[in-house]
């Protein structure tokens, strides 16, 4: 087996998730839809399967093969969160993500052409970013939803409190992920796992801006009022991702290259 | 209900007012001695301070101390924390991080989680409790081995000759050589490149050309490519050991007709670049070859005895002892021809506690995505 083979399985793959979610939006029996999805997932895991047999380390090694996992991963996250919550459209999105992988790998099989500096070529870049994005993909949902909750007369919320509440937390636990991943790649980098360094200073202000949203309940803030937190959030979150590269504070940082 | 509703609102003013006096405690504390030495919390500061904050798991949470430990407290010190922090990443060179309010908030921030903890585990269900534990303690855990355990960390920059033994060092910030627990002899140091770039340059501006979407062609014989409406082609690439690299290229203009040839070379610290002109305000240059991966092949002995052979590269350290070995830097002037190699050494004792507490945190994310916003 070898990377010349990987758009066959990969085609196969797509082909078979793409019907699975659409078969899961479009019929009434959601067995037609796990039967594509899980078969997909098997035919993509065959082909890291064989690749493995046929090298003699694990597929781990080049930003392709993470890559690769990476596709794989973003799927049955996105399958285990439908399984468990029933968002179709969280699986849509995980099979377009990992669409996105694939045809990266396809098109462009070793990032190393794009002269990537050598702190940056680690196993965490590909989990670190991706796990982020999802993150900010999730906290993004959770910001329209809460908008639009706080928009309707009271008590007219319907079923946006909980939907807001499972995006949040489900959302929190990929950012705390991304965080810690970034944390160990750190320490493989640089020696330190945490250098309050100006991209570090507002994931954490991400994160604790966060942290007040799940605990607001317990400081007698009502719903309504709580839900005020979640834009805000978002906007230290926007910061975090596009911003710090604006401020002053950004020329003491080892995060722009 | 309106009377123990107006007993909450107390407790809850006595708590802010609590946090506000430690916090002010702080910004006094910050005027008078000035900037936190975190020195101050090393070993066996740090392991009795974290023994006590333990100790507070077992207070009586009907208790005035106890009650610290509830989720209103959490909220304020969370808040107090984001807005330090905000401050932290905006206001260029200011040292909050090593100021005495963040500190205390940090501090009163364990502090509430050991009691949570503690009360948690008065009547502890497996089933109800083990996504709160592993997040609370998991957290409580990182923190303390992060915060006060970092004070026991130490690094050293130490910069080896091929062939050599060295066991000197620099500490950080410090310019005075001071002998190390460690030697290190570096057996040979190697680099690979990214080929360099031939780029239409603005002389005068030193800006790559068509301007806002530079076009650079790779450095490797036969290679042909577009730059700005001028068809170049690299006839010849030549990288020789200690010379700098060089290129004969053939640029050719598809309007005009004109054709222009010759070498061009990024130069070094030894030999000049060169460029092929243009015109008066444009020329074709080289740029330098940008580091792929560089790695040194070293052998490291501890003062107990241990003898650790290996290969060191950015961002796999090698582990020697309590001690990692990481790769720092090199001759840049030399680059590939570098003879030296510079290493990073970090002692950090605490790391075993640092990464129990990122695996129990990142084992509560998980179960995140499992429950999702329900409230047990
Ligand atoms: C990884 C980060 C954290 C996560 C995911 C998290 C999540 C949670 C959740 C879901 C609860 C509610 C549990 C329940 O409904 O019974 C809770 C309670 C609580 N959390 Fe956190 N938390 C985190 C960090 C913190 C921090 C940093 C603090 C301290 C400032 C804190 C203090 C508390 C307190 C005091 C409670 C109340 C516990 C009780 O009254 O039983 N948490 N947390």
């Not at chain 1, 078969?39 to 493995?52: K, Q, V």
């Not at chain 1, 047999?53 to 890559?67: F, I, K, N």
């Not at chain 2, 001695?33 to 009586?60: C, E, M, R």
């Not at chain 2, 990443?89 to 940090?106: C, E, M, R």
Request: glycine letters at 8%; hydrophobic letters at 50%; charged letters at 15%.
């Amino acid at each position: 087996m070898s990377w010349s083979e990987f758009i066959y399985f990969a085609a196969g793959s797509l082909i078979l998730w793409y019907n699975g979610t659409l078969a899961l939006y479009k019929s009434k029996n959601a067995l037609w839809g796990n039967l594509l999805i899980a078969g997909g997932i098997l035919l993509f895991a065959a082909f890291i399967g064989l690749l493995w047999a046929s090298m003699d380390h694990p597929p781990l090694r080049t930003m392709g093969e993470t890559r690769l996992w990476y596709s794989l991963f973003i799927v049955l996250v996105g399958y285990a969160t439908y399984l468990r919550w029933k968002y179709k459209w969280l699986m849509a999105y995980s099979v377009v993500v990992s669409t996105v992988f694939v045809l990266v790998n396809l098109l462009k099989p070793e990032i190393h052409t794009t002269n990537l500096m050598p702190a940056l070529q680690s196993i965490w870049f590909v989990p670190h970013v991706t796990v982020y994005i999802l993150s900010y993909a999730m906290m993004g949902a959770a910001t329209i939803a809460a908008l639009i909750a706080l928009w309707r007369e009271e008590g007219k919320e319907g079923e946006l409190f909980a939907l807001i509440d499972n995006l949040i937390f489900i959302g929190f636990g990929f950012l705390i992920a991304g965080m810690l991943m970034g944390a160990i790649w750190a320490k493989e980098a640089w020696g330190d796992y945490w250098t309050w360094d100006p991209k570090e200073v507002w994931a954490f202000i991400t994160a604790a801006s966060y942290l007040v949203y799940l605990h607001a309940s317990y400081a007698n803030i009502p719903k309504r009022k709580a839900l005020l937190i979640i834009p805000l959030a978002f906007i230290m979150l926007i910061i975090t991702w596009l911003g710090v590269e604006y401020l002053a504070v950004a020329q003491e940082s080892i995060h722009s290259y | 209900m309106a009377g123990k509703s107006k007993g909450k609102q107390e407790t809850f003013i006595r708590e802010l007012l609590f946090i506000l006096a430690v916090t002010i405690a702080g910004f006094a504390l910050q005027f008078v001695i000035g900037t936190l030495d975190f020195a101050i919390f090393a070993w066996p500061v740090n392991i009795v301070l974290a023994a006590l904050l333990l100790a507070l798991a077992f207070i009586k949470p009907d208790s005035a101390a106890g009650k610290f430990g509830s989720g209103r407290v959490s909220v304020i010190l969370l808040v107090s924390i984001t807005v330090m922090s905000i401050y932290m990443g905006l206001v260029p060179g200011n040292d909050v991080k090593h100021s005495w309010p963040f500190a205390f908030t940090y501090l009163m921030i364990m502090a509430n989680l050991a009691l949570t903890i503690g009360r948690r585990m008065r009547n502890f269900k497996l089933k109800r409790d083990y996504s709160f534990m592993l997040n609370h303690f998991g957290l409580f855990l990182l923190l303390v081995a992060a915060g006060p355990g970092s004070a026991d960390m130490h690094r050293y920059f130490i910069r080896v000759a091929e062939g050599q033994t060295e066991w000197r060092g620099e500490g950080e910030g410090s310019q005075t050589p001071k002998e190390l627990p460690l030697a290190i002899t570096l057996n040979d140091f190697s680099m690979e490149e990214y080929s360099p770039r031939i780029a239409l340059i603005d002389k005068a501006t030193g800006e790559t050309q068509p301007s806002g979407k530079p076009s650079l062609i790779d450095c490797v014989e036969g290679t042909e490519g577009i730059i700005a409406g001028w068809s170049v082609a690299v006839d010849t690439f030549e990288y020789r050991p200690r010379m700098a690299p060089r290129a004969y290229i053939t640029a050719t203009r598809k309007a005009g007709n004109s054709v222009l040839s010759g070498w061009v070379s990024c130069g070094n610290h030894f030999q000049p670049f060169s460029v092929l002109d243009v015109s008066e305000k444009l020329c074709f240059a080289m740029t330098f070859p940008e580091p792929k991966k560089f790695s040194s092949d070293v052998i490291v002995y501890t003062k107990s005895g241990v003898e650790k052979k290996g290969v060191v590269e950015v961002n796999k350290p090698l582990t020697a002892g309590s001690w990692k070995v990481y790769q720092y830097s090199y001759d840049t002037r030399a680059g590939r021809d570098s003879e030296i190699s510079v290493f990073e050494l970090v002692y950090d004792p605490w790391i075993i506690p640092v990464y129990a507490g990122i695996i129990l945190v990142m084992l509560g994310s998980l179960t995140l995505f499992w429950r999702g916003g329900k409230k047990e």
